[in-house]
């Protein structure tokens, strides 16, 4: 079964609304968490690292006032995207990893994020 | 940032062919992962390998991690119409100092087609 949810799994906003997207890990703690962005037929691309009860590390190229991330428990990541525009759109996907050695990297099922 | 190099970048096959498809780095991983993205969702972790020259099956999947780091190859046997989808290989670098150093660096994909 799946070990990390996602919420929303799809969101439709106006431009100029922001848009919280939640990251839970499910029956284990993460106290790292990874945000992606994925358009069509590419390939995922890491925005941002979250660590619980500390700022995010984000990408280059990633705009952190724009990309809020909150990662203020050990089961719960959220994503803000604020004051969306339509070059926002995209599927945003989250992961977890368990801590400890040899454990992978899990995926919750993704946001599909569309600004008109 | 850093990419790998996947290929091919998409295969079409018939049922019941065997497939293979490769990663390589110009970088050394610690580790190396194949995911499996069906469209809409986020990926699925097929296999994860930690040591240089491990050999791991996972039912008709098997996958090695290549002894110098920096190579991973993904074989599919007997080919069934539900492996249709997007497979990718990720490699992730993974100290024990952990945080950011388990994130992942994305193949471009492989896109399977299986004719029934």
């Known amino acids: 079964g799946a070990v990390v949810s996602q919420h929303p799994s799809w969101v439709i906003c106006k431009s100029g609304t922001s848009v919280k997207i939640e990251c839970r890990s499910l029956?284990?703690?993460?106290?790292?968490m990874f945000w992606y962005r994925q358009f069509p037929k590419q390939s995922l691309m890491l925005m941002a690292t979250s660590n619980e009860g500390s700022k995010a590390t984000y990408e280059q190229g990633v705009e952190k006032d724009k990309f809020l991330i909150n990662h203020a428990s050990l089961t719960l990541s959220t994503l803000t995207v604020t004051s969306a525009h339509p070059e926002d759109s995209s599927f945003y996907i989250c992961s977890a990893i368990r801590t400890g050695p040899n454990s992978p990297l899990h995926f919750g099922n993704g946001t599909r994020l569309t600004v008109t | 940032g850093q990419q790998l190099n996947q290929s091919p970048q998409s295969m079409f096959i018939q049922e019941g062919e065997d497939v293979s498809m490769n990663c390589t780095s110009s970088?050394?991983?610690?580790?190396w992962l194949w995911y499996k993205q069906d469209p809409g969702e986020g990926p699925v972790l097929l296999i994860a390998l930690y040591k240089a020259g491990e050999l791991t099956s996972n039912g008709r999947l098997t996958a090695q991690f290549g002894i110098t780091r920096k190579d991973s190859f993904l074989n599919i046997s007997a080919s069934i119409p539900s492996d249709v989808g997007i497979y990718f290989c990720?490699?992730?670098?993974?100290?024990?100092?952990?945080?950011?150093?388990?994130?992942?660096?994305f193949g471009k994909g492989t896109l399977l087609t299986v004719n029934p």
């Open positions: 990720a490699g992730q670098l993974r100290e024990n100092s952990g945080g950011s150093n388990y994130k992942l660096t």
């Open positions: 029956d284990f703690q993460a106290t790292t």
């Open positions: 970088s050394i991983f610690n580790t």
